[in-house]
């Protein structure tokens, strides 16, 4: 029941998309019925979700789609399923697409490219998460980089063009190694199609492992637009609005999937090898990304290098390979997935908005809370789960006194510290000083489109237990799982 | 859950409730706003739990898990020692929520600001495990970077910035190495205060800390610029939650480092007669009143140092008494710095104050100066010389403060324009004349009872 819960609401969103291709329903109607069908997506996911805590499905279980893409050649089926952690990352995606349904309405009932491209990239995320091998990822990958132009590009000019046009070719690289990695190195291709990749005609000699990882740490760090392709994931922070962006907020999960889904299980040998060097590389990328964060000079830089850092820090927690590490990385992960469309949508208010002096801003009491709220949990603060995060990953570090730790040490205060100070007072500093009409508070569908996730962030802080007790069985579950000791 | 767990739960909640409510926070002003109410009321709790923290000696602990899996708790504990000290912090919140001005900017929002101050203060002096210890000091730091950003009006917005920028730079950083440290010295047991395995990184990391904690007017400015800047609530808060950091950190001396060494020490006692000197020297050059006797608790606070490094038991009495004397005092110096001696109540008031700064003995200032008096002479000729020169420092300082007081014909101005002035004398002198009696006699049941 539970996986067919995850079924119907990863397939869903595709429903809007036949129904804007179809014609007679658009605008208005459009728009309620792509409401009401991500609804129900966002209920099926709470549905599968509740199935981890009422002990429906166990903490270290996984729940399966009724629903077998494929058999042959594969020995279990392709098909769709869902731990704990993508289980609770659907849902986070899912809610920020339905908040983004009241953010954007007016866009959304314009265009219908638009509404489209949003619930089909949707949809292939929530594939992407559910799905249990590496071809079934690469289908949802592939098929989420044409929405994701569609609806980014659509009516853009000029640097949005180009932003499209270099994400797009990056995009199609990042597809083309994970599917060198799919027939070379993925069952149950790997026996099979061995005979394509030999090296010398004499004796067959397959790709060694450590292409292999590189082929799928390129396709990762593109994929989640993460150091050192983090050019990539720039370019939507240079649309014209920062309203596309909330959807895109969400790509990292595509990267990351990788890493914590297939990377171990399929280079466990290399994984140990070179985790230490990467674990290093993460770490100066943080306190390079931690430096730009600092000397940022608008606010969608700030937010840039901010996602930047937390990228780094699920990084750096992952190639720990322990127990405290992959714990942290994945509460970092929920909490990047929330905490950066919540960012960007408090953005959007204050960019729609004229500048407002701090001696007015507590006449505006939801605008404020609002912006208050949005720079103490990006800045995982102990309000934020992203606090228990860092937590988790600093300490899987100090146990061992690596040589980068001071980095990492270092890099949380410039960040946090910097943060405070300027995220505030200068949020959406790049919008035109020349805008003098009248300042209002928030709408009401900017209310109901940042409300539902602020107060979620806001109570996964106050009782973090709820959420991290799961996510740490699940972490321990999945370690045991590829034959590391926890 | 027995009643003295009921009552802690209840008094660790009243100042979050009261921040979070939606009721009208009277922003008028008056005697009895939410904050003073809950303030009254948490002192009441504090005297009801009174007999069995005093009484029988014993201690009541609280705990809840924040993270399964993980020694990740806040466990919340409450003794003699740290009753004495929430007992004078909450009934200067409540002169904190009383000194609000009903005309002052975002007076509201500051009502609210200062009840989670009064949260995160209790909070932190009760709080046993070490990282939640760190996190309680960085949320602090928030409410102090909003409180002071906010309370600030137009002409002072630059100064206010200053100040709270680094008010939560350092409570950050103080919070952040907190958690390191704990994660270091106790990761692999329980995350709780308990005796380290002395190893020197440690020690090194607690001994910042310790120097980093108290606002030493070199490297300090903003400490200054807040006494003289701020809004009297403001300040009084900042100084109270600054003492409940002080005495935390040394406290944890007897806790965790019970041998440390002697050059340690040397190095604290160094770093704390150079900064109360140097504090104490600001005095002389004082321009305004509240310049004047706003030096006066950087210089006690920097004696926390000079108490540590002479201190020989576990217990370091005479850092205590300063952290319970401080906030105290410096609520009655922000009134003392505005007042116009008008009337016999202000005047009496003044004529105490200035007896409980002299340091006349049984009260607080004799105790502090006898402890550390005492522990210089048994520790030879250097250490005795430096402390009779700290001491006669103070008491030239002191008649300073007298003669312009109330000898000189040209007085000093008063710097501010508070709304004090023209507040309830009955208030403020009234109450503070409590606040001195009460003083002296807390300090005295401590010094028998610790």
């Known amino acids: 029941m539970r996986g067919l819960a995850g079924l119907l609401g990863t397939f869903l969103p595709f429903v809007v998309l036949l129904l804007s291709c179809w014609g007679p329903v658009t605008g208005r109607g459009l728009w309620r019925i792509s409401l009401l069908l991500n609804l129900v997506s966002w209920a099926c996911f709470v549905f599968l979700s509740a199935g981890f805590y009422t002990g429906n499905i166990p903490p270290d279980g996984l729940a399966s789609s009724p629903l077998i893409l494929a058999g042959h050649p594969w020995s279990e089926g392709l098909g769709l399923q869902w731990d704990f952690q993508s289980a609770i990352l659907s849902l986070a995606a899912s809610s920020v697409i339905v908040c983004f349904h009241f953010l954007a309405r007016r866009k959304l009932e314009i265009s219908r490219a638009t509404t489209a491209g949003v619930c089909a990239y949707l949809g292939c995320l929530l594939g992407a998460l559910g799905a249990g091998q590496l071809m079934l990822f690469s289908i949802f990958f592939a098929g989420s980089l044409l929405p994701r132009f569609i609806f980014t590009g659509a009516d853009s000019r000029g640097a949005g063009i180009n932003a499209v046009r270099e994400s797009a070719f990056l995009g199609i690289l990042a597809l083309f190694s994970l599917l060198l990695v799919v027939l070379a190195f993925s069952a149950p291709f790997k026996e099979s199609l061995s005979s394509w990749f030999q090296l010398s005609s004499s004796t067959r000699v397959v790709l060694p492992g450590a292409i292999g990882l590189s082929l799928l740490l390129f396709a990762t760090t593109i994929g989640a637009g993460i150091f050192p392709f983090h050019g990539n994931a720039r370019k939507v922070f240079e649309l014209e609005t920062m309203e596309r962006a909330v959807p895109l907020a969400l790509q990292p999960l595509f990267g990351f999937v990788i890493l914590f889904r297939f990377a171990v299980d399929l280079f466990p040998g290399e994984f140990q090898s070179f985790s230490p060097y990467l674990q290093g590389f993460f770490s100066l990328a943080l306190a390079a990304s931690a430096v730009s964060f600092f000397g940022s000079r608008s606010s969608r830089e700030r937010v840039f290098w901010l996602q930047q850092a937390v990228n780094c820090l699920v990084a750096v927690g992952f190639f720990s390979l322990n127990r405290k590490g992959w714990h942290g990385a994945s509460v970092l992960l929920l909490f990047q997935s929330l905490v950066f469309p919540f960012f960007l949508i408090v953005l959007t208010c204050h960019e729609r908005r004229p500048a407002l002096p701090i001696a007015r801003i507590a006449e505006f009491p939801a605008f404020a809370l609002t912006t208050a709220a949005a720079v103490l949990f990006t800045l995982f603060l102990p309000v934020s789960i992203g606090f228990y995060g860092v937590l988790l990953v600093v300490w899987s570090l100090v146990e061992h006194r690596e040589w980068f730790l001071p980095f990492v040490i270092v890099a949380i205060p410039i960040i946090v510290i910097g943060g405070i100070t300027t995220m505030f007072f200068r949020l959406g500093g790049n919008r035109s000083a020349e805008n003098k009409s009248e300042f209002q508070d928030l709408t009401f569908e900017e209310m109901v489109a940042i409300f539902p996730i602020g107060i979620v962030l806001l109570l996964l802080g106050l009782v973090p237990k709820v959420l991290m007790g799961p996510m740490g069985v699940s972490a321990s579950a999945l370690l045991k799982s590829m034959g590391i000791q926890v | ?450």
């Open chain 2, 1 to 450: 859950m027995n009643l003295d767990r009921a009552l802690l739960l209840l008094y660790v909640l009243l100042p979050l409730v009261a921040a979070v409510s939606p009721w009208p926070k009277n922003p008028r002003g008056g005697l009895f706003t939410l904050g003073s109410i809950v303030s009254i009321s948490r002192v009441l709790l504090l005297f009801l739990l009174g007999t069995t923290v005093i009484s029988s000696g014993e201690r009541i602990t609280m705990s809840g898990t924040l993270v399964g899996g993980y020694p990740l708790d806040l466990v919340l504990s409450l003794d003699a020692y740290r009753y004495g000290f929430l007992l004078m912090a909450e009934l200067c919140f409540l002169l904190a929520h009383w000194m609000c001005s009903p005309t002052a900017p975002h007076r509201t929002l500051m009502r609210v600001l200062i009840s989670l101050a009064q949260a995160m203060c209790a909070l932190f002096v009760m709080s046993d495990n070490s990282v939640a210890t760190g996190a309680l000091q960085i949320l602090a730091g928030v409410v102090f970077f909003y409180l002071i950003r906010f309370s600030a009006d137009e002409k002072r917005e630059d100064v206010a910035y200053s100040i709270s920028s680094r008010v939560y730079g350092l409570f950050f950083i103080l919070g952040l190495v907190m958690i390191v440290w704990g994660v270091m010295e106790f990761g692999l047991k329980d995350l709780l205060f308990s005796r380290a395995t002395s190893s020197k990184t440690g020690t090194f990391i607690w001994l910042c800390m310790v120097v980093l904690s108290v606002p030493i007017s070199l490297w300090s400015r903003w400490f200054s610029q807040a006494i003289e800047f701020l809004p009297e609530g403001v300040t009084l808060s900042l100084v109270t939650v600054l003492s409940a950091v002080v005495l935390k950190f040394s406290s944890l001396l007897s806790v965790v480092y019970p041998d440390l060494q002697w050059k340690q020490k040397m190095a604290l006692y160094v770093i704390g007669i150079v900064g109360s000197v140097f504090s104490i020297s600001t005095l002389f050059s004082a321009r305004t009143r509240r310049q004047m006797l706003g030096s006066l608790p950087g210089f006690f606070l920097s004696l926390v140092l000079v108490s540590v490094g002479v201190s020989k038991s576990n217990l370091v009495i005479s850092a205590y008494f300063i952290c319970l004397f401080v906030p105290a005092f410096t609520g009655l110096i922000l009134y003392a710095s505005v007042m116009k001696l008008s009337g016999t109540l202000q005047r009496t008031f003044i004529a105490l104050l200035l007896a409980i700064v002299l340091g006349l003995p049984g009260t607080p200032v004799f105790l502090i100066f006898s402890a550390i008096g005492a522990r210089s002479l048994d520790l030879g000729v250097t250490y005795t010389l430096v402390f009779v020169m700290l001491w006669l420092l103070y008491f030239s300082a002191n008649v300073y403060i007298c003669r312009r007081f109330f000898m000189d014909k040209r007085t000093l101005d008063t710097g501010v324009d508070s709304a004090l002035e023209s507040g309830p004398t009955v208030t403020y002198a009234g109450y503070g004349l409590f606040l001195m009696c009460f003083l002296i006699l807390a300090t005295q049941i401590a010094w028998r009872v610790l």
